[in-house]
């Protein structure tokens, strides 16, 4: 199906299944232990052995040498896999460093053996046994350090007017330089692969969000066809983007599998997640806005860097400001330098998630310059066009409304603008906000629904389901499009024997998983129509029967012995060139310091949000506030801590990597605005699971300036960066 013109009424307009707050229809598998994860499948690969996987022990330079023989002698020892007996291997295109490393070393812990044995236990005690020497070479792990030497990304920089005179001429001058941490997407859910070979063909069951990605970049990793490789993943424990991609588990349990000449199955140890797999490159941003007295931005300038290793791509941390807020004279660019650290790439609203920790806080900033209300400065500068095309509209854009009801929810009126005036015994206490923006990015999706002679609807798509709610929403669709109960719909997702789907990620999977599950319907109903001999726009699916004019027929009934089936996708024209297609939130939050030892303890928290339609208000609030948390974390807590003398991540592990924990986090509200978009997708949706994230920080940050006076441009925001800067305790 080619959507190209904008959706006008459909049957998903009905709302009887989508829109509901629906409960997870995978919630009772998980909550009784029948869901089965990466690691646990026991039943599908027989005599399975272990791996165990070693990574290189320095960050850059070379092995000169590797000695696997007391490994190899080893109890239970049944194949050890280095790059010398791997076979030619390729890489993957969405892969910056190499899987398998050797003899040349590209970052700490990049894997650089697989140890197989009958046992787990057995497999890391012979790992213990190897013996590596390598020959180091100088490397580059400090950002700052090597920002002088960033180069332009290749989309280059966005100019629009003469930003440079713009800013000189303005009246009020803005200019500050902001920094986050390397994150990491630390998910429960280890990295974990159990791999099988029949023949020349390989089935991996794995933890992956992207589905086709993987076939493909495995298949060309391993240099086999594609129709080679089968991909299992039904259940998701979190990715968070670290599992977009293949990554060593996958790739090492296939090279250890032919090896063995039996299944393996092998988890990356919490050390290797933080240093072996992706994760959010750390970036330098300098904000310059120049405004007018009365607020109206003349200029605005966001410049971010970030590093990576060669190959690799840069934190898009600038890119929002593109979009965001007016002005007429802007300078929005990305710069990227090579790093000798582990990859970074994709986490959670990648890009945004560090930019608007910057930008909303420089906003809050000019507005506190100007005098002027932090929401009135934001409203004043908002714009229903691209600032960069004016000619070109958004399709919704609801920034104005969601701060005001955010402002009037939360209370915001009440809010002193002196900072550090408002106490609660020893507590310092302020309020903050921060604008919340994502695109909403389009991709084809494919899906195949079969009806049975129990008129059971049965759903087949590539689509993984993260912890989102993906077997819910398509269901809803499902049910929604045929006419049936959420009874009668059954969903199997996470296999590449499925058509294949937009996948999990970029808050992109919801609106387009769910369209290519609307366009298979569409046929579907087609071919019950034809087979009733009945025209199928007269035709209206309800209560589990097709009705035509004074006809009904049970849809069991029209499916027959043999069933029928249908398969179809999404596919879009270029409505998103026309239009500006982005989702819009403010977040509102209620901080208070401890005025003597500067804790800082997160009360409330309100995040509106304006996404189109909300397929399943349960499921959304859970993505929302689950978002929300993750921003009390980079603002507060989150940071790899770098090593910049040897290039790797020291808290490596949830015991020194901190997140936010129940007793960090408050009551937390959500209010999605009722909005459709029919410029979106045929389910006026869009998406909404990191649209909760961006801003977030920002508006702690802020709450926090307002509770003590005091700002903190470095992320996180820890006692040793403001303690002593604390406002005398009266």
Request: glycine content about 10%; charged content about 25%; proline content about 5%.
């Amino acid at each position: 199906m080619k959507f190209d013109t904008p959706a006008t009424t459909n049957p998903i307009d009905q709302l009887k299944v989508v829109g509901k707050p629906t409960d997870r229809i995978d919630g009772p598998l998980k909550t009784t232990g029948k869901a089965t994860y990466a690691y646990e499948w026991h039943d599908v690969a027989p005599n399975v052995a272990y791996g165990w996987v070693i990574g290189s022990g320095i960050a850059k330079g070379r092995i000169a040498s590797m000695d696997l023989e007391a490994a190899r002698k080893a109890p239970g020892v049944v194949a050890i896999v280095t790059a010398e007996n791997a076979g030619s291997l390729d890489k993957g295109k969405r892969n910056a460093a190499t899987l398998l490393g050797g003899p040349e070393i590209e970052h700490y812990q990049q894997a650089v053996a697989l140890v197989v044995a009958e046992t787990f236990e057995q497999a890391r005690t012979a790992a213990g046994l190897v013996r590596i020497d390598y020959t180091p070479a100088d490397g580059a792990y400090d950002l700052a350090a090597v920002k002088d030497k960033a180069e332009k990304t290749k989309d280059g920089d966005s100019v629009v007017g003469d930003f440079a005179g713009a800013f000189a001429a303005a009246p009020v001058k803005f200019d500050e330089t902001y920094t986050t941490p390397d994150e990491s997407h630390a998910m429960m859910e280890p990295h974990a692969t159990i791999a099988a070979w029949d023949g020349d063909r390989l089935t991996v069951w794995t933890s992956n969000q992207m589905i086709d990605w993987m076939v493909t970049d495995l298949s060309a990793t391993l240099k086999i066809p594609k129709d080679k490789v089968r991909v299992i993943s039904p259940f998701i424990g979190g990715g968070f983007g670290g599992k977009l991609f293949l990554r060593a588990d996958a790739l090492l349990a296939a090279l250890g599998a032919r090896e063995a000449g039996r299944p393996v199955k092998v988890g990356l140890a919490r050390p290797l997640m933080m240093n072996n797999t992706t994760h959010r490159p750390a970036t330098i941003q300098r904000i310059r806005i120049g405004a007018t007295p009365d607020g109206t931005i003349t200029a605005i300038a966001h410049e971010s860097w970030s590093g990576n290793l060669p190959g690799g791509s840069e934190e898009t941390a600038s890119d929002q400001t593109r979009l965001l807020y007016a002005g007429a004279n802007r300078l929005i660019g990305n710069r990227i330098a090579t790093l000798d650290l582990p990859e970074g790439n994709a986490m959670r609203a990648p890009g945004e998630a560090s930019g608007m920790m910057a930008l909303e806080v420089a906003m809050d900033e000019m507005a506190e310059k100007l005098g002027i209300d932090p929401v009135e400065f934001r409203i004043r500068n908002d714009t229903q066009t691209d600032p960069a095309d004016p000619n070109r509209p958004f399709s919704q854009r609801q920034l104005v409304q969601c701060l005001r009801m955010g402002a009037e929810r939360f209370g915001w009126a009440k809010r002193n603008p002196m900072p550090g005036q408002v106490r609660d015994g020893r507590w310092l206490v302020g309020l903050g906000v921060a604008a919340a923006f994502r695109n909403n990015l389009l991709t084809k999706s494919a899906a195949r629904v079969r009806l049975d002679q129990r008129g059971i609807v049965t759903v087949e798509t590539d689509m993984t389901d993260i912890g989102t709610g993906s077997y819910t929403i398509i269901a809803q669709t499902a049910a929604e499009m045929m006419g049936v109960g959420l009874d009668k719909v059954a969903v199997r997702l996470g296999d590449s024997s499925f058509p294949v789907s937009a996948g999990s990620g970029g808050q992109w999977g919801a609106n387009n998983a769910t369209a290519g599950v609307y366009a298979a319907c569409v046929k579907l109903r087609e071919a019950v129509a034809q087979k009733l001999g009945v025209n199928s726009a007269d035709a209206r699916f309800a209560d589990g029967q097709v009705v035509a004019g004074n006809r009904k027929v049970p849809l069991a009934e029209a499916a027959g012995a043999d069933g029928l089936s249908a398969e179809d996708g999404i596919e879009y024209g270029d409505l998103d060139k026309k239009y500006q297609q982005s989702t819009f939130g403010a977040h509102y939050v209620e901080a208070a310091v401890d005025a003597a030892t500067g804790e800082i303890r997160v009360r409330r928290m309100l995040a509106v949000c304006a996404a189109g339609r909300i397929l399943n208000p349960k499921s959304a609030r859970s993505q929302v506030i689950g978002a929300m948390t993750m921003g009390v974390g980079a603002a507060l807590m989150e940071e790899l801590a770098l090593d910049k003398r040897t290039g790797f991540f020291v808290n490596h592990d949830l015991a020194g990597y901190e997140v936010p924990v129940h007793a960090d986090i408050p009551h937390q509200e959500v209010i999605f605005l009722d909005e459709t978009d029919p410029i979106s997708s045929p389910m006026k949706a869009k998406g909404v699971g990191e649209l909760g994230l961006c801003g977030v920080g920002a508006a702690v940050a802020n709450a926090v300036h307002n509770a003590t006076g005091l700002r903190v441009r470095e992320y996180p925001i820890t006692l040793d960066k403001f303690l002593d800067r604390l406002p005398a305790m009266g």
